[in-house]
């Protein structure tokens, strides 16, 4: 029964994927993204966090992304997540040789509520910018970014293996607009092992939902965290 749940589950969080598709024509791209994870708790329900990660674009030819990060986390309740963190981002622009450096600051508070082998994230978080933007002009334009993000995670039982998916929209804020310009759908497994040790698959989809040649990016994401 617990299966069929989290195929429910499934199909509810992509439902909105489907809705806002567009009928236009969509430019696609196939990218990948690595990333390593080092967390360490620095003190009671305080976890301080860094972050790297390549990313490979334009079909998976050439390096279109670097970023760093590091942040911390602080756990209130058992139910409750505060983090803030910075992030710099090197990104290549409009598909040429151009890279540009930004500055991301974000803050998010998430709740999360577990139904036995099922927990459920519900993620509210502001960044300044959406540094992932393509078009160097968009920096400028997309800024105060409002992302709630939905998340369903499933223990397999008796293994160290936790399927899950999420939705996330992105709200601009810039100018009083308030449009959703863009929403990301993730299916992924996380497998945990020495305890301390977590290894990641996903498949990500973007898309973009402007109504001029809007972009959709394919992606193929491993991650590894190591906590201390």
């Not at 791209?29 to 009671?44: N, V, Y």
């Not at 305080?46 to 990313?55: K, M, P, Q, S, V």
């Not at 290549?92 to 991301?104: D, F």
């Not at 993620?123 to 992302?147: H, M, P, T, V, Y």
Request: hydrophobic share 35%.
């Amino acid at each position: 029964m617990k299966q069929y749940q989290f195929i429910l589950l499934l199909a509810l969080f992509f439902l909105p994927f489907h809705l806002l598709a567009q009928s236009s024509k969509v430019v696609s791209d196939f990218r990948t993204r690595t990333t390593f994870k080092a967390e360490k708790e620095l003190l009671k329900n305080i976890t301080g966090f860094a972050e790297f990660e390549l990313g490979l674009e334009q079909d998976i030819s050439r390096i279109g992304k670097l970023h760093g990060e590091a942040g911390v986390g602080y756990t209130p309740a058992k139910y409750l997540d505060l983090e803030a963190k910075y992030r710099f981002t090197k990104n290549r622009k409009n598909y040429s040789e151009n890279y540009k450096l930004t500055h991301t600051y974000a803050f998010s508070v998430q709740y999360s509520k577990r139904f036995d082998l099922l927990k459920c994230y519900l993620r509210l978080q502001f960044k300044n910018i959406d540094d992932e933007a393509l078009q160097a002009s968009s920096i400028d334009k997309l800024r105060n970014i409002i992302k709630p993000r939905l998340k369903a995670k499933y223990d397999i039982w008796g293994t160290r293996f936790s399927p899950y998916v999420l939705s996330e929209f992105y709200f601009s804020t810039h100018e009083f607009s308030y449009k959703t310009y863009k929403i990301k759908n993730i299916i992924g497994v996380e497998y945990t092992f020495f305890n301390k040790n977590e290894l990641e698959l996903y498949y990500r989809n973007d898309r973009e939902l402007n109504s001029y040649l809007p972009y959709t990016y394919h992606t193929i994401g491993v991650g590894y965290c190591i906590k201390f």
